[in-house]
Structures are given as C-alpha cells and as structure tokens.
C-alpha cells in the first residue's frame, strides 16, 4: 500500500519488518535524525497508538491532508540542530493540494490562501520585500525556520477535524524539547491557540512574539503592523546568529 492510504505510520515503511516478531514496534516515520533522537519514544506511548488508529478508520471514509510523505514534512526540511525560527499554525489546509506539512504554506502551483497573503503582506511593509508569485515556503524551512502545526492532519473539507485526537500532545513535546534543547529560538505565536503553547517555552533562553492571527478575520487587529519579520532577525544577529533571508525566489522549490 503506498504511503497516501497507510497514515497509520504516517508513511515511510508500511510494516515492520518480515522477521519482526508479533507485536513488534513500527517502524518510525521519515524524520530527520536529530528529531528522532528525542521523539522516537513518543511513537509507542499509547496516545501516539490512538491515534494511529484514529486515522486509519477516518482514512477509510474521507480524504485526509496532507498526503501521508508529507505530515512530518517540516521535521525532514528543518533539523532540530538548525532551527532558529519556530512559527506555529493550528491544522493543516484542507482544501485539495494545498497542505504539505509546513504551516501556511502551499503547494507549488497552489494559489496562496488569505492568510498567507496577508503574512506577505505584513512582510512587504516590514522589510520592503516584494510579495513572491507563490506560497511555497520550503525556503524558510530548509533555513532553519520550523514551520509547525499544532494539529498535524485534517480531513478535506473540515478545518480542525483532527483536533483532540493525539496531535496536541506530540507537539508540545515538540515545543518542550525545542525550549530545552536548544537557545536562542524565536517563538512565533499568532492567534489565541498559539499563544496557549507560550506555557511551554522558557522565556529566559528565547524570545517568544504575538499577534493575532493573519486570517483576515482578525489581521487589521493588530497582525498587521506588528513586524515581525524584522524584530526575528534583530534578536538573531543579537544573540550572534545569522538572519533570516524571508525573500522568496519566483520559481518555488
């Protein structure tokens, strides 16, 4: 079975191997090994297993985003020795093609939802840089900035349906393991479901910013005009590390 209908292992290997004994433990998906090395052990603890099966019973009736390759796909792109930049989403795009495991961004080809429109936005009137022609935003990944849902699937047509299934549980050991592994992170929360996670980080080793979220329900709110982009990259050079280029070839990856 490939790996878009086998999201109880949320692709990669589809089984254990032949000589495994019963019972033994799956295979872990495709993850970059400095992030197995400390989420490994999440892959058998019982909630990890709920939702396994949760998915494999929700695959069965509707189509899941995004395609099983690419749920893990911010932790292939963005070791977690190189992350710098957390950005944090809630669930996935549910529209067709869009979603591909990083937050807000879209598939090559994909038209930028709103939302993403208006973070280019609030980066022109920042940094002066132009809007890109695409919202692919594999560039930022592979530098070292964490694109990060809270939810990481979502069924096609249903903005959180995924929500309260495991997935919340995963990534605030995810944004644990960041606040105690590593120093001088930017945290970036938009949005009340964001900022819940604020609990987690250690404020005295990063720097966390806020706003509301870039939705156009709530940007005029105090999204726009909250430049981000630009305090990012001068708490970075401050604590001697190298900006963020947010500029976006006009080709996508």
């Known amino acids: 079975m490939d ?3 086998q999201l109880d292992l949320f692709a990669g290997n589809t089984q254990p191997p032949p000589s495994a004994p019963p019972g033994a433990p799956r295979p872990p998906p495709k993850m970059e090994p400095s992030w197995l090395r400390v989420l490994q052990p999440e892959f058998d603890k019982p909630y990890m297993q ?12 509707h189509v899941i985003y995004p395609r099983g390759a690419d749920i893990f796909n911010a932790f292939w792109l963005t070791p977690l020795d ?7 989403g809630q ?6 093609g869009q979603a ?9 080809g994909v038209r930028p939802p709103p939302s993403l429109v208006n973070i280019f936005q609030e980066l022109q009137k920042d940094l002066q840089i132009p809007k890109p022609p695409h919202g692919c935003l594999t560039p930022w990944a592979r530098q070292g900035v964490f694109l990060l849902n809270t939810v990481l699937t979502v069924r096609a047509g249903q903005a959180h349906s995924h929500a309260g299934k495991g997935w919340e549980t995963f990534t605030d050991t995810v944004i644990s393991a960041l606040s105690t592994h590593r120093d001088h ?19 005295t080793r990063h720097l966390v910013l806020t706003a509301p979220h870039p939705s156009p329900f709530s940007a005029h709110s105090g999204f726009f005009g909250c430049r981000h982009f630009s305090q990012i990259n001068t708490y970075l050079e401050s604590a001697g590390i190298d900006p963020v280029d947010w500029r976006l070839d006009d080709q996508p990856e």
């Not at 709920?50 to 695959?59: N, S, T």
């Not at 992170?185 to 404020?203: E, S, T």
């Open 3 to 5: 790996a878009d209908n």
């Open 50 to 61: 709920r939702l396994r099966a949760f998915l494999v019973e929700d695959k069965q009736c």
């Open 82 to 88: 190189d992350v710098r930049v957390v950005i944090l």
């Open 91 to 96: 669930d996935p795009y549910h529209g067709r």
């Open 100 to 108: 591909h495991g990083l937050c807000f961004s879209v598939q090559p």
């Open 185 to 203: 992170l930017v945290f970036v929360l938009w949005g009340r479901p964001a900022q819940r996670k604020a609990a987690l980080i250690d404020q």
